[in-house]
């Protein structure tokens, strides 16, 4: 994909901002557009500024914020990190996500260390002092030609005022030919008049200048593509040039965003105003990609049984991941979403397969746990993830091994039959933030069975966020009945990977596997399933 090199001499950056309304799609934005820079040779890596209070997103309710992202060195972050591993087909670490809660704890400490001689401690300079060193550390270790800011919030938001001081600073310091302001806004239709408005970009571009930076480029959102006209009036008004008005209309799939911006030319132009030479982007692959994706004639239905399925960006990666699995195989698929509390059988006799995703908590459990049994009775392809894995065991145990009052002690303090248990190393720890097992950790995998099969490796690595595990008293009464662990970690101690053998396609997995699946690398686990729900549909029994 890549074609040519880049030529210049220092790290540039895309600074994203947005306007008027939160859940524009900066993500998407800032994702697209390294993409397409990256295509054409460019070193780019990306940065996400979050403005709350809390160190990191892993303590946060999906509802508040959407999927916890889980990093290889264990950090938990915003989602939109899984948009530019996506996009970018790279792997981040926890220093590309910054929070209003990392900048002042590192302030704080650094005061009550005597760091600053005895100064009184103010936001301006220290707290964007911190800010700039924070970027500055991402573009050294990444020694990308680029780096792509997206600065979460809105222009205006209180929250939001030291990173966009911090950002009008680097542009002080580096210079207009290394610092570009991409501003996203929202440019709506009133349905009375029934055209495009632009006050509300008007309003917007007039906040941010207001705090002292003007945008290069203005990216409006929309339903539909920006017409002519309002592409002039958005130039005359915001001070930007006709060809720096980039179009962003809703489209079909996220992955269409990235050809939506190169038809208008917006990478050619930011590496024209950051006067950086490259060569040509080739983007074969990824129209190949975008055409099994929506137009394929094979279709398969997958249904999610979740605990958040309300807000779909919860499980953002987990569709992401089947639909990856999908177009690789030349079919398109769709997720069928279903809140576990509300689940029964029913449910699922219209679709190819299942998936059972992360959770935490009692709620919903047994929900989960009834739409397993249907899978393992009914020959319906399953794919259990973390939560998922554990509710599988939990599941096998009652209804095979007999084994009334099976539970996890994380639902159930003293269960009968604690199959699921806490960790040892989690016993007693106070704190819930970053104390779970996280990141990326080796698994060894048994030759001969499912998962070998599918990884075609005997050690793998996946990514973890989880603080149970299967109960090691009950392991060799599972497999004696026909539950295989077929991946471990190195040691023997942890069951990473199970299986059922003379099912059409059960398999699950105490890592996530979601998190490093790419549009055009998927996943294994998730490629077994897609497969396993395009052949023939075996005939269904009673559970």
């Known amino acids: 994909m890549l074609a040519g090199t880049a030529n210049h001499t220092m790290t540039k950056y895309l600074i994203v901002t947005g306007g008027v309304l939160s859940g524009l799609g900066k993500g998407i934005t800032s994702a697209s557009i390294g993409f397409l820079l990256k295509a054409r040779g460019i070193r780019v890596t990306a940065l996400k500024i979050d ?39 790279t792997d981040l670490s926890s220093d590309h996500n910054l929070t209003t809660g990392k ?14 001689l005895g100064e009184t401690v103010q936001i301006i300079p220290h707290a964007t002092d911190e800010i700039k060193q924070a970027i500055q550390k991402v573009a050294d270790r990444s020694k990308a030609d680029i780096v792509i800011v997206e600065l979460g919030g809105t222009v205006g938001d209180i929250e939001s005022m030291p990173f966009l001081e911090a ?22 239709v009133v349905s009375v008049v029934g055209e495009q408005k632009t006050k509300p970009t008007q309003h917007s571009v007039k906040e941010l200048r207001a705090i002292g930076i003007q945008p290069d480029v203005i ?10 006209g309002i592409k ?13 008005v980039v179009s962003a209309p809703s489209a079909e799939s996220v992955y269409q965003v990235p050809l939506i911006f190169e038809e208008q030319g917006l990478p050619d132009y930011l590496l024209g105003r950051l006067k950086i030479k490259s060569g040509k982007a080739d983007l074969t692959e990824w129209e190949s990609f975008l055409e099994n994706l929506l137009h394929s004639n094979s279709k398969i239905r997958v249904a999610l049984v979740g605990k958040y399925t309300e807000l779909t960006d919860s499980y953002v990666s987990y569709a992401e991941a089947v639909r990856h699995a999908a177009a690789s195989l030349n079919s398109r698929a769709e997720i069928k979403w279903i809140e576990a509390d509300e689940y029964h059988d ?29 899978a393992r009775a009914n020959g319906l392809p399953f794919l259990g993830i973390c939560y998922g894995f554990q509710l ?39 704190n819930l933030g970053a104390t779970m097992r996280l990141g990326a950790y080796p698994v060894v995998i048994e030759r001969g069975t499912l998962a070998h099969q599918l990884y075609g490796a005997t050690e793998i690595s996946e ?27 190195p040691d023997g101690r942890r069951m990473e990977i199970a299986e059922i053998p003379d099912h059409p396609f059960f398999i699950a997995s105490q890592f996530h596997p979601e998190f490093k699946s790419r549009p055009t690398k998927p996943r294994p686990l998730f490629l077994g399933l897609v497969q396993a729900c395009l052949a023939p549909t075996p005939s269904k029994s009673s559970s």
């Not at 900048?103 to 600053?116: D, F, L, M, P, S």
């Not at 008293?473 to 009945?481: Q, T």
């Open 51 to 89: 403005p709350y209070l809390n160190c990191d997103a892993g303590t946060m309710n999906p509802y508040q914020h959407g999927e916890v992202f889980v990093l290889d060195d264990g950090g938990e972050v915003d989602m939109d990190l899984g948009s530019y591993e996506r996009f970018l087909v």
């Open 103 to 116: 900048i002042y704890q590192r302030v704080i400490e650094k005061e009550r260390k005597g760091h600053y």
């Open 167 to 188: 950002a009008r600073q680097l542009h002080q310091e580096f210079g207009h030919e290394n610092v570009v302001f991409i501003h996203t806004t929202l440019v709506p």
């Open 219 to 228: 990216v409006g959102r929309g339903d539909e593509p920006l017409d002519p």
């Open 232 to 244: 002039k009036k958005i130039a005359l008004f915001c001070d930007v040039p006709l060809e720096a």
């Open 346 to 374: 029913e449910l699922l006799e219209d679709v190819d397969g299942l998936i059972v995703p992360v959770g935490f908590g009692h709620r919903g459990a047994e929900g989960k746990i009834k739409s397993i049994r249907f």
């Open 392 to 430: 599988s065991t939990i599941e096998f145990a009652r209804h095979i091994l007999g084994l009334e009052g099976a539970n996890s002690t994380e639902f159930e303090p003293h269960p009968k039959h604690p199959v699921i248990s806490l960790m040892p190393e989690q016993e007693g720890i106070p």
């Open 463 to 489: 990514r973890h966020r989880h603080r149970y595990e299967v109960n090691p008293k009950y392991i060799k009464p599972l497999e004696d009945a026909g539950f295989i662990f077929s991946g471990k970690s």
